[in-house]
């Protein structure tokens, strides 16, 4: 009954942290069956006090439809619907996260108590606190995440991945920057030209595939950017993407940034650049930076 305890001194902590909420992230509904039974055992009678709704709120977050019908019938709680069963905790936390500010539950300021488990395991294993200024950084990303269908999401969330761990290790201890132009292929292609023969021509590499990854830093110390299609075929290496130059980017980043900015202003595709110079992953959609991430300090989203 390790979830009973995993609740029991979630709510605690919680109380002595003086938490603004207590997140409860459930699939079936059982820990909340289990919070529920907490509840009202004498031990916790004390505890139970402070959880009035107007002190700490209780937020139970599911992704599972009939779950979240069944709780929206419940007291004294608040039950909230998210649209993603993701993989690992740091997205299910993040996703609660955004979701419960979306409908300003939570403010930037708020520190939380979250309990939750591994999806697969089916019971809890996990307390952490959040203070969720630091959370806002990856839910601008997860905002991004969150208007990709789900192909291009997978692309997208596969090469951001690539893209930390090529920032964070370098290659043979330099540091090597590079670009990856996601979606939008054909326009994508007609707005670029090769620097080389393309490495990647006849074969149907897949961005999913170790190998592939392996190939793609061998590669980073070429010239030029990997062009990926929404559902992950890396269809070209070495490529330069052509700049029409109506874009604004913050002073000191160079002509790999202005490209990966242009080539998402007059395209759909999103950019995803790497910067020799420190390793700083950045994101950029319809000429903008939505995200940036120094992967030394934090790899936050994806574990
Ligand atoms: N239009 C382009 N298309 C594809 N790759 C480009 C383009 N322009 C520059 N690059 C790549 O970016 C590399 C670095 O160029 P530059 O130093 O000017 O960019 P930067 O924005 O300062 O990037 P970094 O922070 O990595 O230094 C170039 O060697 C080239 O490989
Ligand atoms: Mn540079």
New binding site residues.
Partial sequence: MISKYIIKHGIELAYDIKAKAFLLFTESGKSYEILKSIKVEKSSKSIFKFLNIDKLKIIVITPNISTYNKLKNEKDIIPLYVRYKEENRQMIITSGVLQAIEQDLLKEKDTVVAVLGDPKLKMLDTIMVINIREHIKSLKIYKLLETLDEKLRKTFKEVLKLAIEIGREGREGKQV?T?FVIGDTLNVMNNSKPLILNPFAGHNAKIFDKDVKGTIKELCSI???FIITDDGKVVSAG???E?KGNVKLPSG???????AADITKNTNAIAITV???GGIVRVFKDGEIVFELDPKKNAILFD
């Fill in positions: 920057g670009i010239d030029g950017a490529r330069y993407l700049t980043l160079g002509a790999r940034h202005m490209a910067s020799q110079s």
